[in-house]
């Protein structure tokens, strides 16, 4: 596809939707009636026609704000013959549900789910028209980053998405390892960028950027280069905009020099992981004092998509209550003011006083080679610190309590022989993570309070 054809097709298929004169981001609205979505309906009705999109300024693609990141896929009890384990009938339905509600952008990897999202991602999408959706994937060649390797992997790509071009391609975490030196080795040295390039002039790629996480060095490298990146996927959400953690740099220094360059940002991680969705009481009822009938969720998907040069959010979603309620959130999306963002500023600020280990459960540590299910351990800790149930008191009324909610959970979400006991403090682990956490300190240092808790008669 010539360039030329691109910007006729990407004029039609806005001029189609739109209509003249519309502006950078609309509430598009069909004119298919209502359709009964049953469930969850306590929540009030999913609307199928109210999803907020925004224009790419690269491709002039409409891009629904609410974009269906891959990396979660519902999973079934037994693998297939070849290790597949995702459950592909529940795939197809979330796929179904979310295009049928004004989804169309699906973000996925050669590495998500265990190597399998490419696959159940193109299989989903393949009973859609080709043109109604926009498919993301990226080069995610961290563990091998020869040119043999990474051309096989680009290549892969095409096939398991079944496609013969990527709307949106990226170089998948960039910024991580050892900085620039990493990136040369994934990206320059092996002469992916020049290839990558002239894909995208042959039109197979569509849009080319790249997702960071790690070292703003190689962020403002990236930046510098005399490359035309048409987005780039950053982490953002309420409490990283001003508080990033570890590695980290504050979402609103990566936003802030997108926008000074016109390139739009795509965000991941709007819930920071699944935590402020998983708040503690105290912080859940704050936020309900002030709209009852909103999620604690959709506060962070709406500071994520409220910026007007964000592309798209996306959100894994394993369940169709999480799709509904993000539908909600954004058909349309009622950008927030400024005082709600100071509210939240607020929330966050109460948040951070809380002792969580901020992982977000973005899996690059795994596998480990011991077997120890990492995010699941620090995930079970900082579900304890926000429900109380972290011990520290044995005069404490409610230590009792606390303490057998810590181990009985502890045993029912982490399988005994992944548990941090069996840590043997290699420390691979630890430069694989984008949060900067000292992985093996951690999973020690809870471990000896499993132990603790586990001794103590009462
Ligand atoms: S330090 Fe522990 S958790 Fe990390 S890779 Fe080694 S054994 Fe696994
Ligand atoms: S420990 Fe770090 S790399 Fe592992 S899941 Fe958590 S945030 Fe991701």
Known sequence: MTNENKKDINRRDFIKVLGAGAATTAALYGCEPQKKTGGNTALGEVPIDKMTYRISSATGDIVSLLGYGCMRWPLKEKPDADGNV?????????????????????????????????????????????????????????????????????HQSFKELQTDYIDYYLLHSVGGGKGIKTLKERYFDNGMIDFLLQEREAGRIRNLGWS???????????????????????????????????????????????????????????????????????????????????????????FAGSPEGVLTVLSGMTYMEHLQDNIRTYSPLKPLTDEEKDF????????????????????????????????????????????????????????????????????????????????????????????????????HRIDQFVEQLKQETL
Request: net charge neutral; aromatic share 10%.
């Open 344 to 443: 939240l500023e607020d929330t966050a600020q109460i948040m951070l006083k809380y002792p969580t280990i901020p992982c977000n459960d973005c899996q690059y540590c795994m596998p480990c080679p011991y077997g120890i299910d990492i995010p699941a351990v620090l995930l079970h800790y900082n579900r304890c610190v926000n429900e109380g149930n972290v011990p520290k008191d044995r005069q404490d009324e409610n230590y009792r309590k606390a303490r057998q909610a810590f181990l009985v959970g502890y045993d029912r979400r982490v399988p005994k022989l992944r548990q941090a006991s069996h840590c043997i403090g290699c420390n691979q682990c630890i430069p694989l993570c984008p949060q900067g956490i000292d992985v093996t300190k951690e999973l």
């Open 86 to 154: 995702i459950d592909q009938d529940a795939v197809n339905q979330l796929v179904d549900y979310s295009i049928a509600h004004g989804v169309n952008y699906f973000d996925t990897s050669p590495v998500y789910v265990q190597g399998f999202s490419e696959r159940a991602t193109g299989i989903a999408l393949k009973r859609h028209p080709r043109d109604k959706v926009f498919i993301a994937t990226k080069m995610s060649n961290f563990h091998n980053p020869t040119r043999e390797n990474s051309l096989a992997m680009y």
């Open 212 to 302: 960071f996480h790690g070292d703003v060095k190689v962020y403002d490298y990236m930046l510098s280069l005399d490359i035309k990146w048409d987005f780039v996927q950053i982490q953002h959400n309420y409490v990283d905009w001003k508080h990033a953690s570890g590695n980290n740099i504050n979402a609103e220094y990566l936003y802030g020099e997108l926008a000074k360059r016109n390139i739009q940002a795509v965000i991941m991680e709007p819930l920071l992981g699944g935590r402020l969705s998983n708040l503690n009481d105290h912080l859940v009822a704050r936020l309900k004092q002030r709209e009852p009938e909103s999620s604690v969720a959709s506060w962070a998907f709406r």
